[in-house]
């Protein structure tokens, strides 16, 4: 008998909860149910059911600060802070979280951001909602995220949050990615890295 792959094995087990949840608000006999646990919103009705995750990031986008991110591929770091963008060299890594993120470094680029450009990357990484979350990291997988591939950092005006991403999918269209360094996994669009990735390579 062929084995099941860790990975599609924790996936019916979600599927499956998941159909226990909606079997269970089917149950109770209304039409239109809206049932919320542990950041995934599922709404039932008597013939369908959809599932959405819940943002893992949800700020003001106003409050942001700096963005800061890193790429391990061609060790380079990119600072965005009020509408200014900053590309240099950094021999460092992501495992570190908040080393790298305090380092100066000096900038082999630098221009303003459009205010538009600027407004819609403070956007984009104020609200991070995902695609897929993974509670359970399979034994000997870590999705590319012992060693990111890349991380970025958002200052706000109270806090610092760190990013990691890992490998992409399979398909390409997504990355996975850790805050702070923390289970779980969750897998976002590919957007999310490829944004400030496009910015350091376009000069």
Not at 15 to 36: K, S
Not at 41 to 55: A, C, E, F, R, S
Not at 66 to 80: C, E, P
Request: negative net charge; hydrophobic residues 35%.
């Amino acid at each position: 008998m062929k084995q099941i792959h860790p990975i599609a094995y924790k996936f019916m087990i979600g599927v499956m909860a998941l159909a226990t949840i909606y079997a269970l608000l089917l149950m109770r006999g209304h039409d239109h149910h809206t049932h919320e646990v542990d950041g995934i919103l599922i709404t039932g009705h008597d013939d369908h059911m959809h599932v959405t995750y819940q943002p893992i990031l949800d700020i003001e986008s106003t409050s942001i600060q700096r963005i800061t991110a890193y790429f391990m591929a061609d060790q380079t770091v990119l600072s965005i802070y009020d509408g200014a963008l900053s590309v240099g060299s950094l021999a460092s890594d992501c495992t570190e979280m908040k080393e790298w993120a305090t380092y100066s470094f000096e900038p082999l680029f630098e221009e303003e951001l459009s205010e538009r450009e600027y407004r819609e990357l403070r956007n984009l990484y104020s609200r991070i909602t995902p695609d897929f979350r993974i509670d359970t990291l399979p034994q000997g997988e870590d999705y590319g995220l012992a060693e990111p591939h890349g991380c970025i950092a958002i200052q706000t005006e109270g806090e610092q949050i760190f990013l990691q991403f890992g490998r992409q999918s399979a398909q390409g269209f997504s990355r996975y990615l850790q805050i702070n360094r923390q289970e779980p996994v969750y897998v976002v669009s590919r957007y999310f890295y490829t944004e400030l990735e496009n910015l350091v390579n376009r000069n």
